[in-house]
C-alpha cells in the first residue's frame, strides 16, 4: 500500500506510553504494530533495536507524553534517530498529548520556554511530521518548523453531548482563557454560554475560582475543559455552579492528567458524568463510575491513512 509520495507502506510503532491506544489504531488502520526490543540498563540508559527493516516506509511512531513524562519523552527521541539511521522514508511523531504545552511564553523574568525546547528536540531528532491533539496554547504550532497535523478531541466530544440532548442547559468554561473553545462548543450544542471567573486574591499564588458570567440557574451545565491535571479549578468551578443554583454537571475535557489527588476530589463533587477521552492512559482505579471515555483512535488512525494517501485532513471536519 504504497503512496503517492513515493514512501513505501505505513509502519506502525508504539512507544510504552501509548500501548493501549497504539492498540487501537492498528486494529483501525488494519496495520500491526511493529516489534523492537527495548532495553533500559541499571543506569537508566536506554537502547533500542528494530526487529525488522523500515527502510523507505512511511512510519507513525505514537507515544504520549504521560508520566514518566521525562523517561517518555526521551523514549521517543531515541526512537525517532533509531528510525531514521535505519532510513525511514518518513517519521512522523504521532504524540496525542504534549507535556509542557503550558510552557509556552515568558510570562515572567528568566523562565524558559520549553515548549519550544521539546518542539526543537523532537524535530532535531529527525521527525519529518507530527500529530497531536488538543495543544494548550495554538500559538506552539509556530515552534515546529516541520508540517503536523494539530487535531482536536472537539468533535469527539461535542458530538457526544448532543446525543444526549439537554435541553435546558448551559455550556461554562473553567476560565476565561478557554472562552472561544468554550464558544465554538455551545455553537455546536445550540446552547448559551457562561463562564467561570478567576481572580488572584491578595498575596494568594494562584487565582481562584469567584463568580460566574452568565445564567446557570436551574440549568444543567456542561463545564469544560481542555485537560484536568489536580482537578483544583475544575472543583473550584463546580462549587461555585452549585452555589449559583445549577443542576446537573457534566465535566468534559481532552486530556485526563489526574494527579495527586484529582480523582479523589472528583469523587466527592457533585458531578453527574465526567466525560473525557484516552489521548493519555488512564489506570483503571483512576476510571470513576461517573466517567466515560471516548476514544481518539478513530480520528488518529483516519488521520495516518489520509497523511499516508497525501488526502485532505481538514475533509474530515468540513473545513
Not at 506510553?17 to 486494529?27: C, D, N
Not at 519523552?73 to 504524540?95: H, N, P, Q, W, Y
Amino acid at each position: 500500500m504504497g503512496d503517492r509520495f513515493g514512501y513505501g507502506d505505513i509502519k506502525l510503532f508504539s512507544g510504552s506510553g501509548s500501548t493501549a491506544l497504539a492498540k487501537e489504531i492498528s486494529e483501525y488502520i488494519g496495520v500491526p504494530l511493529e516489534e523492537y526490543d527495548l532495553v533500559q540498563f541499571p543506569n537508566e540508559n536506554l537502547f533500542i533495536k528494530l526487529r525488522g527493516s523500515i527502510r523507505g516506509q512511511d512510519v507513525y511512531l505514537i507515544q504520549s507524553m504521560d508520566i514518566p513524562v521525562h523517561r517518555n519523552i526521551m523514549e521517543m527521541l531515541i526512537m525517532i534517530d533509531c528510525l531514521k539511521r535505519d532510513s525511514a522514508g518518513r517519521i512522523t511523531a504521532v504524540f496525542p498529548y504534549m507535556a509542557y504545552a503550558r510552557s509556552d511564553k515568558k510570562d515572567q523574568p528568566r523562565v524558559p520556554i520549553t515548549a519550544r525546547l521539546v518542539a526543537d528536540m523532537i524535530e532535531v531528532a529527525g521527525t519529518d511530521r507530527y500529530m497531536t491533539i488538543d495543544l494548550h496554547a495554538g500559538q506552539i504550532q509556530g515552534f515546529f518548523s516541520i508540517p503536523g497535523d494539530v487535531l482536536t478531541a472537539f468533535h469527539i466530544l461535542s458530538d457526544y453531548f448532543l446525543e444526549k440532548d439537554i435541553q435546558n442547559g448551559v455550556v461554562a468554561t473553567v476560565d476565561l482563557g478557554f472562552a472561544k473553545k468554550g464558544r465554538n462548543f455551545a455553537e455546536k450544542l445550540g446552547l448559551p454560554l457562561a463562564f467561570v471567573e478567576k481572580r488572584r486574591q491578595g498575596d494568594h499564588p494562584r487565582a481562584r475560582s469567584t463568580t460566574i458570567i452568565g445564567d446557570v440557574k436551574d440549568r444543567d451545565v456542561i463545564l469544560v475543559d481542555d485537560e484536568v491535571l489536580t482537578a483544583g479549578s475544575v472543583c473550584e468551578a463546580v462549587d461555585i455552579l452549585k452555589e449559583n443554583g445549577a443542576k446537573d454537571i457534566y465535566l468534559s475535557f481532552t486530556h485526563a492528567l489526574l494527579i495527586d489527588s484529582a480523582v479523589d476530589e472528583l469523587s466527592e463533587k457533585p458531578i453527574k458524568e465526567i466525560v473525557t477521552t484516552n489521548t493519555l492512559p488512564i489506570p483503571k482505579e483512576k476510571i470513576l463510575p461517573n466517567m466515560t471515555v471516548l476514544s481518539v483512535a478513530p480520528l488518529l488512525g483516519e488521520v495516518i491513512i489520509r497523511a499516508h494517501e497525501g488526502r485532505s485532513v481538514g475533509e474530515l471536519f468540513n473545513e
